[in-house]
């Protein structure tokens, strides 16, 4: 037993620090998928083999099925399913629904199997150790370029003449990923008595928040604005010296000033015309949408169609907005699900926050709820919920806040 914990708990961190550091595919193959199907495989065993397991399986599933996150989750994953049947592209709506399906396995497998309280400690430690390497590679980057695709190098006419991705592929993605972390580091940095892992914690958050100004992404930099406000209003109104600190800091870089006057442009921004397509599928599809994924592939027929909506000539393009993503895609059922979802994690993670006695998950998960809120907002200009290096982690961060009520609940009764 204690062997098949060990192998499941180790796939689980391996699987953390290389999903945002492995390409997403390597000739093809997505190498994540491949660890994550190992922790699959190796979870199916253990219910095979263990009656402990099983019968954590059996009681998990009856929770699963009558809590109301899951079920959102699962009903969206329904609507998926369903729009395969009625998708111009079945196969890439295919894709997305089996995407999204191993965001509810890693989430009912942490929940349900991971019992004990070491195990979510560990991947709380490996997430914030990839969230260190990560933002510590990405300073490399930026003076050395290593690593640094041409495209994220600028000619004079731009005001970041460079912008860091670091192992993520793109700048927004890594400063959405980022996004999940700094609150939580920030709120841990506060409320830490011991003053080495107080300094450690410090120098996290600051390489992070280096990182974030690096990446060059106005809606990262606009994310933090906000969430710097929600902090300073709900949790601690004295950390307003901290951020300020942090934004003069900022301010020294003229590329950083330069980028600000950027923002100026955000409503002239053609990639405007991306959302007019997406509202252009709602009123061809109002109820059922286009199906799972098929804005993408949609995209250039709607263009040839309203050709004042071009962006950049593009023949293929994601809507670059979660919201009318869902819509477009997946109508009325998927929107209501998806807000389910959306409104339910929030829910979950306060209702963690005010039940929980440990300082540093309480710590944690405060700042976790402010990452999770200006995540949603981001939301509105991307479509980072389903970039898997980025909601993966959003969904581990849940999963293990769940774990802890619903194995503390059981031992309790």
């Not at 011991?194 to 280096?210: Q, T």
Request: hydrophobic share 50%; proline share 3%.
């Amino acid at each position: 037993m204690i062997k098949k914990k060990s192998m499941l708990s180790c796939l689980i961190y391996l699987y953390i620090i290389l999903m945002p550091i492995l390409p997403s595919k390597f000739k093809g193959i997505p190498l994540g998928d491949i660890i994550l199907f190992l922790i699959g495989l190796v979870y199916l065993f253990t219910i095979l083999i263990y009656s402990e397991s099983r019968e954590r399986f059996i009681k998990g599933i009856q929770d699963f099925f009558t809590d109301y996150l899951s079920i959102f989750m699962v009903l969206l994953f329904i609507v998926m399913c369903i729009s395969v049947s009625y998708a111009s592209y079945k196969t890439m709506a295919l894709k997305e629904s089996l995407r999204f399906v191993t965001y509810i396995i890693i989430y009912f497998i942490i929940k349900y199997e991971i019992t004990e309280k070491y195990i979510l400690d560990n991947i709380i430690k490996t997430y914030l150790l990839v969230v260190a390497a990560i933002s510590s590679f990405g300073i490399i980057q930026y003076f050395t370029k290593i690593g640094l695709s041409k495209e994220f190098i600028y000619d004079k006419g731009y005001a970041f003449k460079v912008r860091i991705p670091s192992t993520l592929e793109n700048p927004n993605s890594l400063g959405a990923f980022l996004i999940l972390a700094i609150f939580p580091l920030i709120m841990i940095t506060l409320y830490e008595k011991n003053k080495s892992k107080k300094m450690l914690y410090g120098i996290i958050s600051m390489v992070v928040f280096i990182n974030i100004v690096l990446s060059g992404s106005r809606n990262t930099w606009g994310g933090f604005l906000i969430g710097a406000f929600i902090f300073i209003i709900i949790y601690n109104w004295k950390a307003i010296f901290l951020f300020l600190l942090g934004g003069a800091s900022a301010l020294m870089i003229p590329s950083v000033r330069n980028r600000i006057g950027d923002f100026k442009l955000v409503f002239k921004d053609p990639r405007v015309n991306l959302w007019k397509i997406a509202l252009e599928m709602i009123k061809d599809h109002p109820i059922v949408g286009v199906g799972n994924g098929n804005y993408y592939s949609l995209y250039g027929a709607y263009v040839k169609k309203h050709p004042e909506l071009d962006y950049n000539h593009h023949v293929n393009f994601p809507v670059h907005n979660s919201y009318l993503k869902i819509q477009s895609e997946l109508g009325i059922a998927g929107s209501v699900s998806f807000v389910g979802i959306l409104v339910s994690v929030l829910v979950k993670i306060k209702t963690f926050i005010n039940i929980t006695k440990n300082g540093f998950y309480k710590a944690f998960y405060k700042g976790l709820l402010i990452s999770i809120i200006v995540f949603y907002i981001m939301n509105i200009s991307d479509n980072l919920f389903f970039v898997p290096k980025i909601s993966m982690y959003f969904w581990i961060l849940v999963a293990i806040s769940q774990s802890m009520l619903y194995n503390n609940s059981r031992d309790f009764i």
